[in-house]
């Protein structure tokens, strides 16, 4: 089979394709064809070699990258139904990896049945972005009278979190994108105000399209400069969600500036995930039972396999729309 190969940690272009052998179940595994694969941002930290509580232990090299993919059940190992054999899953991986590939195998207990109506690029979209999405928005406890900003609102999660404040929590949604180009796509999304953050007075301009509401939440999967101008726009009272940083530095504040206004801070990603009920499976089959009844559309860009180093180099300049997905 043909693969994406890391064998020395670097810049996308160590992502190299090879021909590898194909893997064998084991027992208690299924192989599944795939048909398309997840890029996430940790795909992008390892294959960099940057450590950290989400990449930690770093993989043995060499290794394939991959954490989400979508395909046919082709083969089961020992112990297994084989009734699996034919039918269309999705699975998220973790850091087991070996998604850039056109095989793989996985635990039987970890793949999902794909819903009829859901196509394999959209499973995969949802399967760890859309489970994130989930989490989020219920730590977060949006309301209808809610004024929302969701920064990087263009991206994979972004684009979802505006779709899902607007069309089921029915709160007002202020959308910050980084470029004029994403601009369109968050006012797709159902956006009520949108902003490009990299323009220099956009805090104002969120502040003169509100009039005499505050923002009362923020969702800021951005960090940095951006997040803190954000978190800036907080009223009194106001709650401040985080789930990364893309910018590559988390969103500084002190207890000092959220005793001031009266906010609260909190990571919904991580152990927040892990303690929601049911885990992250539950948060998985809500997820695609979302995109099963058209409630959540993920926006998707897809690159071939052998492109996964222009992919990981178009999310890292945080040039992608949503989320990025490979095609063997």
Request: charged share 20%; proline share 6%.
């Amino acid at each position: 089979m043909q693969a994406i190969v890391l064998r020395e940690f670097g810049p996308p272009g160590v992502l190299r394709l090879e021909r590898v052998a194909d893997p064998e179940p084991a027992a208690g595994q299924l192989r599944i064809a795939v048909t398309a694969a997840g890029v996430h941002r940790i795909d992008t930290w390892i294959r960099a070699g940057i450590e950290s509580p989400a990449t930690r232990p770093l993989p043995t090299l060499p290794c394939i990258p991959g954490r989400e993919v979508a395909g046919v059940v082709e083969a089961a190992g020992e112990g297994v139904d084989r009734a699996w054999v034919g039918r269309r899953v999705v699975a998220h991986l973790g850091p087991a990896g070996g998604g850039y590939a056109e095989r793989v195998v996985c635990p039987a207990d970890a793949v999902l049945v794909v819903p009829e109506t859901v196509p394999d690029d959209v499973a995969v979209g949802m399967i760890g972005t859309g489970r994130t999405v989930l989490g989020v928005v219920d730590v977060a406890r949006v309301e209808w009278d809610d004024v929302v900003l969701v920064t990087g609102a263009a991206g994979g999660v972004g684009s979802l979190l505006v779709q899902h404040l607007r069309r089921v929590a029915g709160a007002t949604v202020v959308a910050a994108v980084g470029g004029a180009a994403k601009v369109g796509h968050a006012r797709e999304d159902g956006a009520d105000v949108v902003v490009d953050y990299n323009e220099p007075e956009w805090t104002r301009a969120v502040r003169e399209a509100l009039g005499d509401r505050d923002v009362s939440a923020v969702l800021d999967g951005v960090g940095g400069r951006v997040g803190r101008e954000a978190f800036e726009l907080l009223g009194a009272g106001g709650r401040f969600v985080f789930f990364g940083w893309a910018s590559g530095t988390p969103t500084p504040f002190t207890t000092d500036d959220l005793y001031a206004r009266g906010l609260t801070a909190t990571a919904a990603v991580g152990p927040a995930l892990l303690r929601r009920p049911g885990g992250l499976r539950a948060l998985q089959e809500r997820a695609l039972a979302a995109a099963a009844d058209g409630v959540l559309t993920p926006r998707l860009q897809r690159f071939s396999l052998a492109d996964a180093a222009a992919a990981h180099a178009a999310l890292e300049a945080r040039a992608a729309v949503g989320k990025i997905v490979l095609v063997p």
